[in-house]
């Protein structure tokens, strides 16, 4: 199994597929089996999907937008025309399929519907993948995990980012070999020959506030012990996000996500990220991540020195998990949440640089997503928001 | 607040690093524990319960199967399940590739097609972990089931995976184990056939001498019989018992070569002789056999086949008489045709002797087991002509011994040809070869003083017959000790020693007289040895004990009146380790 990556800033979608792709074949060296390709939304256009295929026939693509740039071991990429960044796997002893669904009233069963599909264009259409990558839109994550697992059992790590856009404005996109796609779950399912290592967590701790979510609404929580939310959220943050502040807080609130504890390893709390975008009409809080009513939500708090150093952390806990030393890595992907890449972005090249050093060179391909995907220590796997999640090979 | 974000990213780094080492430790905690529970035992049965045991110690799953290569394809040879046992499946793509060394994992059983092949072994659906495994005849594979769909994950396939190999790695140190107690036992067999052998080469030898004892006294007597002034009615029923026991000789000699064979005890000479002459002596007999019933017969030596050779010239001549026995017997009309010729120029050539005949020929049926032990070409054969069956067989192995071979072609009416083929060194050295003894070219030797050491008195008494016609004055000791003390008595002109005696057998009686010759400083005693023991290794250690000559039994009476006569001539120079054959 051998990786390789590369980037474009070409502003032309073919030409910056071309550039990118024959940098990413000369580093290879042999014929991808399969692409992972990240773009912001500026190229996002069938022409870039067909340039990719003219140079790389019967590769496989997997991949979506990613929210103002891209990271390679070469560094952070985001030039005016945008970027677009690849990492192409050979790996002629394992076998790989992607398959896509649209998503339309039923991501779950779009999701199951997808991941059988995958299994067919690996031809292991009975087996059980060693991993699942995921693409989809931001909305529907839950689902879409519990629909891949429905097929395949809940014990194989699902990891994934949700496309992003630049403002929120739905202009996500997610990509196949078949093309550029909207609002569709793009699903490719692993056999590698190598050993792999995962790792999901954020970069946040636990404030002093905490309550229980007396009222929501799938995504958005109505109620904190039975007060209007943005009033309970404006007085954990100490004002920072003003309950009165109705619309978009997404940057605002960044700092300040709000937690529920997932899982317990040896009495520590282990932590799941929900992200605050929007204070709607009645001080109603909008989340990227579903929510139950009954649920406890903790006040989190992150620093910008966190979120830059948190990657490369991430990164060196995922070949923790598989085994190994960043020596000894073949490289992997990161993804990394578009929330906290805004947070952070003039300090990006320092974020690239941190994972940089965790791959000890190696290449790696990372997006920005607004929603990742990833099975923290207790090998469930979860669908959260300013989370990063790692993937190695060893 | 920066240190505490600090503390919380240790810790969830420390968490990762903890849950990992965790699953390793797993890992080699049910591998340590296979490794003391498994090196106990590699009975594979025994092996492959503990290792279910261990795995469901470490793992949730509720049936078990391991397969191993058949046939007909994988072979159920333990589960969990037993009416699983034995059951086959078709070698598919999956169960191949998985035994190929490809471990994987199924979310769904109901899917896999090697399970439809089986059904009554089938789990029914839920999730698989298939091993590859090396399963006591190679390579197989180990498979835990699962009810529930999708439960199991990479980890868990690593974590079986060293148990697996452990379990593999027991299974082949078994099977080398086993296979060298195998070896063992083979071994022993092997010794003990070969110990079976040797009391079977043993018995014919015996047999051998108990036979030719009382056949040297028919042989001898008939032929003395044969010698006196006979009517012709008693003529002829003298020449039948002369005819008689040479026909019984010859099965004799027929069977003990045939054990010798089969036993590996048949060594060959390799001396020089001259292969013309070798050829000739046979075909004469065989000439004035088929001059007897009408025949033609034309001997044709190619201008190669010329000269020396090194080899055993007894058997060249054995498997010749063979030929051409069958050749004159099987040959009502026409004649018999022998061609020799030498293939090539080389240093050790191939020599080629043709025996063809105008005889009833015979079927390609009976060509393929012509040379079978007792086959003939059918069952009147035996009854019309005779013969122990073995002649062919043996003479193929003795043409096989020497590198060669014998092959046949022939149609039923259309007579046959019979192609006998050795390798033999050109030899340059000239060596005085012992002309054919012939009986009326024997010379008469006189007033020889002989010592006879003789335990049996019918044969002290058929000796005593054939040297009276050389006119020998004979002494007659009655075993070894008595012909030693009559030596140290008298002077001999030579002495006959029987090797089988009591009291003191020939051999050692042999070295007595020579030790004692040395001693003295006298001039050493022509002494031959005349014994029934005709075997190979018989004559070799008479001649090494310090005869001059061996004889066997039956005594054929004008062959030893030709080495007395020698002796008489040329004393034991005329002797030089010569060999006669029994009459």
């Known amino acids: 199994m051998r990786l390789a990556s590369s980037y474009s800033l070409n502003p032309n979608p073919a030409e910056a597929a071309a550039e990118a792709a024959d940098g990413m074949l000369e580093r290879l060296g042999a014929a991808p089996e399969l692409i992972l390709l990240y773009t912001t939304e500026q190229l996002a256009t069938p022409a870039l999907i067909e340039a990719l295929a003219e140079r790389a026939p019967g590769a496989q693509i997997v991949g979506g937008t990613s929210c103002a740039g891209v990271m390679t071991d070469q560094g952070f990429h985001c030039g005016p025309g945008g970027a677009v960044g690849l990492l192409g796997i050979s790996d002629p002893d394992g076998a790989y399929g992607v398959a896509d669904s649209p998503l339309g009233d039923d991501p779950f069963a779009a999701a199951a519907a997808a991941v059988e599909d995958a299994l067919m264009a690996a031809g292991r259409d009975f087996e059980t993948p060693v991993l699942v990558w995921c693409c989809q839109p931001p909305g529907c994550e839950e689902a879409v995990i519990a629909g891949v697992q429905s097929v395949i059992g809940r014990s194989t790590p699902v990891i994934g980012g949700s496309s992003a856009d630049e403002a929120i404005a739905g202009r996500w996109r997610q990509f196949t070999q078949g093309g550029v796609l909207r609002d569709h779950v793009v699903i490719s399912v692993w056999f590698p020959s190598a050993a792999h290592g995962a790792a999901f967590q954020s970069g946040y701790a636990p404030a002093e506030h905490s309550g229980v979510v007396t009222r929501a609404d799938r995504r958005d929580i109505h109620e904190i012990d039975h007060r209007p939310a943005a009033e309970v959220y404006a007085e954990w943050t100490g004002g920072s996000v003003a309950a009165d502040e109705q619309g978009m807080i997404l940057a605002k609130s960044t700092p300040t996500p709000l937690g529920r504890v997932a899982a317990e390893q040896h009495g520590v709390p282990l932590y799941l990220l929900s992200h605050p975008s929007v204070i709607g009409p009645g001080g109603a809080l909008s989340l990227f991540t579903d929510v139950a009513e009954g649920e406890r939500v903790h006040l989190m708090r992150g620093s910008a020195q966190s979120l830059i150093k948190r990657a490369g952390l991430v990164v060196g806990d995922a070949h923790a998990s598989g085994g190994w030393t960043s020596a000894d890595t073949r490289g992997g992907l990161v993804i990394y949440c578009g929330g906290c890449m805004l947070h952070v972005r003039d300090r990006m090249d320092e974020v690239a640089a941190q994972v940089a050093e965790a791959m000890s060179g190696a290449p790696f391909l990372g997006a920005f997503t607004f929603g990742e995907q990833g099975a923290i220590v207790d090998n469930c796997n979860r669908h959260g928001n300013l989370m990063v999640a790692a993937l190695t090979f060893g | ?583």
């Open chain 2, 1 to 583: 607040m920066e240190d505490v974000e600090r503390l919380r990213e240790v810790l969830a780094s420390t968490k990762q690093l903890a849950a990992s080492q965790a699953q390793r430790l797993r890992e080699q905690d049910l591998v340590l524990r296979g490794i003391r529970a498994l090196s106990a035992d590699d009975e594979p049965a025994i092996l492959i319960g503990r290792m279910f045991d261990l795995l469901g110690e470490a793992l949730a799953f509720d049936q078990g199967f391991v397969l191993g290569p058949g046939e007909a394809g994988f072979i159920c040879i333990a589960s969990t399940e037993t009416d699983a046992l034995g059951s086959i499946w078709p070698p598919g793509e999956f169960f191949t590739r998985v035994a190929a060394g490809r471990g994987a994992l199924t979310f769904d059983n109901a899917r896999v097609p090697e399970w439809a092949a089986c059904p009554n072994c089938a789990p029914g659906g839920g999730s698989g972990i298939y091993l590859p495994i090396v399963a006591p005849k190679g390579q197989g594979l180990l498979i835990l089931c699962a009810r529930e769909q999708g439960v199991y994950s990479s980890r868990d396939l690593t974590l079986v995976s060293g148990l697996g190999l452990l379990v593999s790695q027991t299974l082949a140190a078994g099977q080398t184990r086993r296979l060298a107690e195998a070896a063992q036992r083979l071994e022993i067999e092997r010794e003990a056939a070969v110990r079976a052998n040797e009391v079977k080469s043993n018995f014919f030898a015996n047999m051998s001498h108990e036979i030719r004892t009382p056949l040297n006294g028919v042989l001898t007597v008939a032929e003395l019989l044969a010698r006196t002034r006979l009517d012709d009615n008693q003529r002829e029923m003298t020449d039948l018992i002369v005819e008689s026991s040479q026909m019984l000789a010859r099965l004799l000699n027929d069977v003990l070569d045939f054990s010798k064979i089969e036993s590996g005890h048949l060594d060959l000479e390799r001396a020089p002789f001259a292969l013309p002459d070798a050829v000739n002596g046979v075909c004469e007999l065989f000439a004035a056999k088929a001059g007897e019933k009408g025949l033609g017969f034309e001997l044709h030596i190619g201008p190669r086949a010329e000269g020396w050779f090194e080899g055993d010239r007894h058997r060249v001549r054995q498997v010749l008489a063979n030929l051409l026995s069958n050749a004159v017997k099987f040959t009502d009309s026409g004649g018999v045709e022998v061609r020799v010729d030498v293939l090539d120029d080389g240093p050790e050539p191939t020599v080629v002797v043709r025996v063809r005949d105008s005889g009833c020929g015979f079927s390609q049926a009976t060509a393929d087991r012509l040379f079978d032990r007792f086959e003939q070409a059918d069952g009147s054969i035996t009854r019309k002509f005779g013969g122990s069956g073995l002649g062919l067989a043996i003479s193929r192995s003795l043409a096989r011994l020497m590198a060669g071979d014998i092959v046949c072609s022939s149609a039923p009416g259309q007579g046959a040809v019979f192609e006998f083929r050795f390798r033999a060194r050109r030899s340059t050295r000239v060596f005085d070869e012992p002309a054919d003894l012939c009986p009326e070219s024997t010379p008469q030797p006189t007033g020889a003083r002989i010592l006879v050491a003789e335990d049996n008195p019918n044969n002290r008494r058929i000796v005593a017959m054939v040297l009276e016609l050389a006119a020998a004055d004979v002494v007659f000791a009655e075993n070894g000790a008595e012909a030693v003390d009559r030596f140290q008595q008298e002077r001999f002109d030579v002495i006959l020693m029987d090797l089988q005696m009591p009291v003191l057998d020939g051999l050692s009686a042999t070295r007595q007289i020579r030790a004692l010759e040395a001693d003295r400083g006298l001039t050493p005693t022509p002494i031959v040895a005349l014994s029934a023991n005709a075997m190979a290794h018989h004559i070799e250690e008479a001649l090494d004990a310090g005869a001059d000559a061996h004889v066997a039994k039956p005594i054929s009476p004008s062959a030893l009146l030709t080495l007395l006569a020698e002796i008489d001539a040329h004393g034991r120079d005329g002797l030089i380790g010569e060999q006669i054959a029994a009459a």
